[in-house]
């Protein structure tokens, strides 16, 4: 099944959770530390509903499922190549019925879901701001680094739209964004309860 799910340059790396696995592509991109801080960090709802904003190969719904911390999961993707690989891996270990992947533009949300529909949202989005320096603004990693094609307002606005009432948001940025954050999340009523300097 394992040479059936991989593609050229492809490898399947030990999750060291639940025996989950996660496909990923080196020439790409590979989940750093970040996404494993934030699962962590995340403190979920056991029988609710969560998404996974630009979530990549789909590490953050695969640690957060082995925790246990939602009864349904969805990555929403914007790079059709990522989102492939997450579906991929989502396959690999068996868990159709606990993880959606979507293809999908953040900024997009509200043709793609209802409001109020999720319990808890996360998002490992892009941090920086400017393209200064890039060779390919379009390279998978540049994508995931940059805000190409998403900005930090992008994501706080669509979890204040996609997130219940009592729901919680998780995300893990640079401190040095703080304010601006601070700022966004109160411009679409969210209240920051909860920050962990690492």
């Known amino acids: 099944m394992m040479s059936s799910l991989l593609k050229c340059n492809e490898r399947l790396d030990d999750l060291q ?24 960090f995340v403190t979920g ?8 904003l630009g979530t990549g190969t789909g590490v953050i719904p695969l640690l957060m499922q082995g925790q246990g911390k939602a009864s349904h999961f969805t990555g929403l993707e914007i790079q059709e190549y990522s989102a492939d690989m997450a579906s991929r891996s989502v396959m690999y270990n068996n868990l159709q019925e606990h993880i959606d992947i979507v293809c999908g533009d953040i900024k997009e949300v509200p043709c793609l879901f209802k409001a109020a529909s999720f319990d808890v949202v996360t998002s490992n989005p892009p941090y ?26 992008d994501v706080i606005k669509a979890a204040g739209y996609l997130l219940r009432e009592g729901g919680s948001f998780a995300m ?27």
């Not at 592509?25 to 494993?36: I, K, L, S």
């Not at 920086?128 to 930090?152: C, D, M, Y």
């Not at 893990?172 to 309860?193: D, W």
């Open 172 to 198: 893990v940025h640079k401190p040095f964004r703080l304010a601006e954050i601070i700022r966004l999340l109160s411009k679409y009523r969210l209240e920051p309860k909860r920050m962990c300097m690492v």
């Open 128 to 153: 920086i701001t400017q393209s200064h320096g890039l060779e390919n603004e379009f390279e998978p990693k540049n994508i995931a680094r940059h805000e190409i094609l998403v900005s930090l307002e």
């Open 45 to 52: 709802k056991p029988k609710g509903q969560a998404i996974d």
């Open 17 to 40: 959770c639940k025996g989950y696995h996660i496909i990923q592509n080196p020439d790409t991109f590979c989940f750093g530390m970040d996404a494993v801080l934030l699962s962590d």
